[in-house]
């Protein structure tokens, strides 16, 4: 069978290490969904450990070349390998109920990955990742942190996230710069959260984008001037989701 050549286009690093490879696809707790989307499978290296699993799966790629070579290696799966943008992809169209996401995300478009997933998050149940090692920090991060920020806040806002191991640079094909981070997000028990969802995204990109001044600083006057909040007095990152909730709330009112 023809090899297929990596695209830069595509952000293509294949994973060539197979003990890395069935210990990514081992994270899967197989617990709280029925189906499981692998996004990027592009040769298959978690595909292949995926489909061993007594669970509905579906493998979601853009190349072209990566869907022929998946559907001639794994004939007997063909019918669920489909050629889609993820990000444009609605995962209704494969799944009625939760699912879990799976995959060796593209660097340059992991964030976006994410923001589409956090949209999702009612349907999602649990995710396994693999990310730039630096942005995987940056996820996993708590408060009061130098790496805490705009998709930390997010993706813990409906998600348990666990730092689980580095991937290095000799475990895949081309070579990149960078090591590689694996993460498990595991929905917690936050169904909804309580305040304007439009708001509070806004809220918390504006104070992470002016990161080293106070809360106060970073937002529209009209939403501070008639609040009294401890929280004003403080940096993006010294606030944790729940205080990005009350603060959301105490603008909205003030607001009203």
Same mark, same amino acid.
């Given at each position: ?18 003990? +890395? /490879?069935?210990? *990514?696809?081992?994270? !899967?707790?197989?617990? %709280? ?5 692998? #996004? $990027?499978?592009?040769t298959g290296a978690l595909t292949k450990n995926i ?26 799966i063909s019918e669920n390998i489909y050629e889609y ?23 340059? +478009? /992991?964030?976006? *990955?994410?923001?589409? !997933?956090?949209?999702? %998050? ?5 995710? #396994? $990742? ?45 070579i990149p710069r960078v090591k590689s981070g694996v ?74």
């Amino acid at each position: 069978m023809k090899l297929i050549k990596p695209k830069k286009k595509f952000g293509q690093h294949f994973l060539t290490d197979q003990k +890395i /490879s069935q210990k *990514i696809v081992d994270l !899967l707790t197989l617990k %709280n969904y029925d189906t499981i989307i692998e #996004v $990027g499978p592009g040769t298959g290296a978690l595909t292949k450990n995926i489909i061993k699993l007594k669970c509905k799966s579906y493998f979601i790629d853009i190349d072209k070349e990566s869907i022929k070579y998946l559907k001639i290696k794994y004939p007997t799966i063909s019918e669920n390998i489909y050629e889609y943008n993820f990000l444009n992809f609605d995962i209704n169209l494969l799944a009625s109920k939760s699912v879990a996401i799976i995959g060796n995300f593209p660097y340059n +478009i /992991s964030s976006q *990955i994410l923001f589409s !997933l956090y949209n999702n %998050n009612c349907q999602v149940n649990e995710i #396994v $990742g693999m990310f730039q090692k630096e942005v995987a920090e940056r996820i996993s991060s708590p408060p009061n942190s130098k790496n805490y920020g705009i998709l930390s806040v997010l993706m813990q806002t409906y998600y348990d996230i666990e730092y689980k191991f580095t991937v290095n640079e000799n475990s895949f094909y081309p070579i990149p710069r960078v090591k590689s981070g694996v993460l498990l997000f595991k929905r917690n028990r936050r169904k909804k959260i309580h305040c304007n969802e439009k708001l509070f995204k806004s809220i918390i990109k504006s104070t992470f984008n002016k990161r080293r001044k106070k809360i106060k600083n970073t937002l529209d006057p009209s939403f501070v001037n008639k609040i009294n909040s401890p929280l004003l007095s403080l940096r993006a990152e010294n606030l944790s989701v729940e205080d990005f909730i009350y603060l959301t709330n105490l603008i909205e009112n003030n607001l009203s």
